[in-house]
């Protein structure tokens, strides 16, 4: 679902954050960061148009586990303590769940 071209920036702050501290949770947020649509487009997934706005990716818990070589249970802790730390949403249903990065914008913005 991602533009898989460009970059993403990552501040030094990280070094301070308790994200940075769990190589395991590190490693799902730098995923979280890299994969979410740069700008806002509408895609069809399952038979069914989706808007996905910018800082946001459809997301499957185990497809995601299995990119990252992980146990999706591990995972899917790992990304409730994201939320908990107020740095994605995620909002599901019963076929998929949207991933969204809080404060998309503040990570990624478009000036250089």
């Not at 299995?66 to 995972?75: D, R």
Request: glycine share 2%.
């Amino acid at each position: 679902m991602s533009d898989e071209k460009g970059w993403i920036k990552l501040h030094r702050r990280i070094l301070e954050s308790p994200v940075f501290h769990d190589e395991k949770l590190l490693k799902i947020w730098v995923a979280c960061l890299l994969k979410p649509n740069h700008k806002k487009k509408s895609i069809v997934f399952n038979n069914e148009v989706i808007e996905i706005q910018r800082g946001q990716f459809i997301f499957g818990r185990i497809e995601f586990a299995k990119e990252l070589n992980m146990n999706s249970s591990s995972v899917y802790r790992r990304l409730k303590l994201l939320e908990k730390l107020k740095k994605v949403n995620i909002k599901s249903n019963n076929k998929f769940s949207v991933l969204s990065i809080v404060k998309y914008n503040t990570y990624q913005d478009d000036t250089r």
